[in-house]
Nanobody, 121 residues
């Protein structure tokens, strides 16, 4: 079973920065898209940013220019650098990795347990 371990969440003041990390706990035979989603209090989970294996990125409009996603394929790790943070960035941040666990299995999405991000105004 693939486990995604997230770290880096916490409390930050508005205008500050946080860096989230997420590492996959076992070998995967091909990782396609890696990304971050968040669930603000009382709202549905939403896309924050994704990065394909080829390096293409996709950002939510609300974070463009402030957040940067990156990945280290050798370390099976995806990062999210969050700068100029706003109170509306608060929520539980989830890592997602689309990959396959054997050379013959289908690609599927795996999720981390979530890490809390709080932004004080």
């Amino acid at each position: 079973q693939v486990q995604l371990v997230e770290s880096g969440g916490g409390l930050v003041q508005a205008g500050g920065s946080l860096r989230l990390s997420c590492v996959a706990s076992r070998s995967m035979f091909g990782i396609d898209v890696m990304g971050w989603y968040r669930q603000p209090p009382g709202k549905l989970r939403e896309l924050v940013a994704t990065m394909s294996s080829g390096g293409s990125t996709n950002y939510a409009d609300s974070v463009k220019g402030r957040f940067t996603i990156s990945r280290d394929n050798a370390k099976k790790t995806v990062y999210l650098q969050m700068d100029s943070m706003k109170p509306e960035d608060a929520g539980v941040y989830y890592c997602s990795v689309r990959g396959r666990t054997t050379p013959f299995s289908n690609f599927e999405s795996f999720w981390g347990q979530g890490t809390q991000v709080t932004v004080s105004s």
